[in-house]
């Protein structure tokens, strides 16, 4: 519509306009758009998103081209600016992704090995920067990874490595280097990972009785 209204007053937005250091017609039209239609329905458009985006989290197929086009609209009312993203998408879509891993790793931790809790992990990192590759903004990436890596390794790092037949002591004892491997990889990514990786080994660490 804008575009059409464009040409349709091309000669006011090439002359008038640009005279009398007015609004551009786009401009106009955007904000207009923004204050009858977007602030209307942002909320209910938001959490439509954030829950196609939980239904992506539990295997279903949604269209991600549909969903990207609608994200755009955040960033397009901001007129190229992102902060309408920022603050009318984002703090909401953060605050469910956190819960969605807390409600995760409290499952896997009690049933699962550490190799496979890692895996799953690791496939929860990757699905979340293929999500911001397909239609969220790429300044969500660190922020999701953040909390991803929160829930997932920071808040169970002790729980998990220490597990009894499968934790850090049990890999290191068997040798089993792609496991290690993947856990240094992991914990590098969060602060102080590797200490707490570090600290676990230490703890389990037994010396030789003197004679």
């Known amino acids: ?3 059409w209204l464009s040409r349709f007053f091309h000669f006011l937005e090439r002359y008038l306009i640009a005279r009398k250091s007015l609004p551009s017609l786009t401009e106009v039209a955007l904000a207009c758009f923004r204050d009858q239609v977007y602030q209307e329905l942002k909320a209910r458009v938001r959490n439509a998103v954030i829950s196609l985006i939980d239904q992506e989290s539990e295997g279903e197929q949604i269209d991600r081209a549909l969903l990207k086009n609608v994200l755009d609209i955040f960033d397009e009312i901001g007129m190229g600016q992102i902060d309408y993203y920022e603050h009318d998408f984002e703090p909401a879509m953060l605050k469910d992704t956190a819960a969605y891993y807390s409600r995760r790793a409290s499952n896997w931790i009690l049933a699962d090995s550490c190799p496979d809790y890692m895996l799953k992990a690791e496939e929860c990192l990757r699905r979340e920067k293929d999500r911001v590759s397909h239609y969220l903004h790429s300044s969500s990436e660190p922020k999701l990874l953040e909390k991803a890596q929160h829930e997932l390794l920071s808040v169970y790092a ?4 220490e597990k009894e037949h499968s934790g850090c002591h049990a890999l290191l004892r068997d040798d089993k280097v792609e496991d290690l491997s993947r856990m240094f ?6 602060p102080k990972g590797l200490d707490v990786v570090s600290n676990v080994k230490s703890s389990r660490t037994t010396t030789a009785p003197t004679v």
């Open 1 to 3: 519509m804008v575009r």
């Open 158 to 161: 002790t729980q998990f490595l």
């Open 185 to 190: 990889s992991l914990f590098s990514k969060i």
